[in-house]
């Protein structure tokens, strides 16, 4: 199953940082219930899924994430405001959450996955990724923001990567210390404003040939 090469770079093309959203459009349930999807399906090391993605519609939450957002408008006047974080300090009972989930999905025994739950805990938890493994968890979720931003152009929905944020104070709005979750990056998601003028900006990116370099 595919779609065509062209669909797929003129998607690419058309999306954007938007900086101007707005606030009058909403996605529609049907399509937000795919990039929801899109978040589920991404792929992560090991598929652990180190992650919880906390989709902001509410506009009280959002006024109060603006401030520590450096202000910036794409928080409030978006359509769906989507904020990464990572589950801090893997162990493994997070593991074995894994294992079990995969057993039911797969119709297996979780004693036939013990091999695979000993690899990951003496990688994750016990290993020297250990020491590191909330940079590690960080990783894994820029793999699911990437995911997210081609799948919302794909379906013709804006979007706006924001690292722009003061982590920390989006913890404390979020009450995310007590549950054993930290943010990591965040990403505005809805439609465009008319008059954004870097929507008809051209894209500047260096030539082909100085970043990518095919070894044959």
């Given at each position: 199953m595919s779609i065509?090469?062209?669909?797929?770079?003129?998607?690419?093309?058309?999306?954007?940082?938007t900086k101007k959203f707005d606030p009058n459009q909403v996605i529609p349930e049907s399509k937000?219930?795919?990039?929801?999807?899109?978040?589920?399906?991404?792929?992560?090391?090991?598929g652990l899924q180190p992650w919880k993605f906390l989709v902001i519609t509410n506009p009280e939450i959002k006024a109060q994430l603006k401030p520590v957002s450096w202000n910036q408008s794409q928080v409030t006047d978006c359509s769906h405001f989507v904020v990464f974080t990572i589950k801090k300090n893997l162990t493994t009972d997070h593991v074995d959450s894994f294992i079990k989930r995969t057993a039911e999905v797969r119709g297996v025994a979780p004693e036939s996955l013990s091999g695979y739950r000993n690899i990951i805990v003496s990688d994750v938890v016990n290993g020297p990724r250990s020491l590191t493994v909330n940079e590690w968890a960080t990783r894994q979720v820029y793999i699911a923001l990437g995911n997210f931003m081609t799948a919302a152009a794909l379906v013709g929905v804006d979007t706006c990567p924001m690292e722009g944020i003061e982590p920390a104070n989006y913890d404390k709005v979020l009450e995310l210390p007590t549950k054993g979750y930290a943010t990591v990056v965040a990403c505005a998601a809805g439609y465009r404003a008319s008059d954004d003028k870097y929507a008809e900006l051209a894209k500047v990116r260096f030539p082909i040939s100085d970043v990518i370099e095919t070894l044959a």
């Amino acid at each position: 199953m595919s779609i065509g090469t062209s669909q797929l770079l003129e998607s690419l093309k058309w999306r954007y940082a938007t900086k101007k959203f707005d606030p009058n459009q909403v996605i529609p349930e049907s399509k937000w219930e795919a990039l929801s999807e899109s978040l589920l399906l991404t792929p992560s090391s090991y598929g652990l899924q180190p992650w919880k993605f906390l989709v902001i519609t509410n506009p009280e939450i959002k006024a109060q994430l603006k401030p520590v957002s450096w202000n910036q408008s794409q928080v409030t006047d978006c359509s769906h405001f989507v904020v990464f974080t990572i589950k801090k300090n893997l162990t493994t009972d997070h593991v074995d959450s894994f294992i079990k989930r995969t057993a039911e999905v797969r119709g297996v025994a979780p004693e036939s996955l013990s091999g695979y739950r000993n690899i990951i805990v003496s990688d994750v938890v016990n290993g020297p990724r250990s020491l590191t493994v909330n940079e590690w968890a960080t990783r894994q979720v820029y793999i699911a923001l990437g995911n997210f931003m081609t799948a919302a152009a794909l379906v013709g929905v804006d979007t706006c990567p924001m690292e722009g944020i003061e982590p920390a104070n989006y913890d404390k709005v979020l009450e995310l210390p007590t549950k054993g979750y930290a943010t990591v990056v965040a990403c505005a998601a809805g439609y465009r404003a008319s008059d954004d003028k870097y929507a008809e900006l051209a894209k500047v990116r260096f030539p082909i040939s100085d970043v990518i370099e095919t070894l044959a």
